[in-house]
């Protein structure tokens, strides 16, 4: 039976439930706009690691690069001209020495700058590639001066790589410090896969003197972004 109370009550309540849905809505759109961007709790913007870091490892990085690059091609070029297995364990042997040599010491880099101590390594270890490439120029070249460069660069090496990673907190802040320390990892990594990538090809094209140059090149360019 019709109840006109009844209806006139239920026709009240749907129009409060359609106002009340209508300024929700409104509420709604007021507190969340489409343009806002999206927020997660707990999340915080990544700490820069500064272009004074980034420079300092690019540079450091491509003299790693030369470093290894010079190795293999070196131990390459040493085996086409002898034929020798021997000397490429004598060579080998030669570029890991400076390392078992020099490692106990190197607990003295952190009593000077690391900035001085990255720049004479690179210069340190530039006179072993220079020494050899002058040779190779003159046509004096002989298997002995590239043992020598390669001890010389390796003890060279060996410092940098040592001063370059303990300069890390005193070149970004301290919340980029984890990212920066995994960047120094990656940079011998790199030069362990283009190095020898590299190696081979240039001493089949240009010789024993490209493989110099290139090693030369990347100590002197490592040190002067190391400088500015």
Wanted: glycine share 10%; proline share 7%; charged share 15%.
């Amino acid at each position: 039976m019709f109840n006109p109370d009844e209806y006139m009550f239920k026709s009240l309540e749907y129009r409060c439930s359609i106002r009340l849905n209508e300024e929700m809505d409104t509420l709604t759109d007021d507190r969340i706009s489409p343009t806002d961007p999206p927020t997660e709790p707990g999340a915080a913007p990544l700490a820069p690691l500064g272009s004074r870091f980034l420079r300092v490892w690019f540079g450091q990085t491509v003299s790693t690069v030369g470093s290894a690059l010079s190795g293999v091609g070196v131990a390459v070029f040493v085996y086409l001209e002898t034929g020798s297995e021997a000397w490429l364990g004598v060579l080998a042997a030669l570029g890991a020495l400076p390392f078992v040599l020099v490692g106990p010491f190197l607990g003295i880099v952190d009593r000077f700058p690391k900035r001085s101590v990255m720049i004479g390594a690179d210069v340190f270890a530039a006179i072993g590639p220079a020494f050899a490439l002058v040779m190779a120029l003159t046509d004096r070249l002989e298997v002995w001066h590239l043992a020598v460069a390669a001890v010389l660069g390796g003890i060279g090496t060996a410092v940098q790589g040592t001063a370059s990673m303990a300069a890390v907190p005193s070149l970004v802040e301290s919340e980029a410090i984890g990212r920066a320390n995994g960047l120094a990892q990656l940079g011998p990594a790199i030069a362990i896969v283009i190095g020898p990538l590299l190696a081979t090809p240039l001493v089949a094209w240009w010789g024993i003197e490209a493989v110099l140059w290139a090693d030369f090149g990347t100590f002197v360019f490592g040190m002067v972004l190391t400088l500015i």
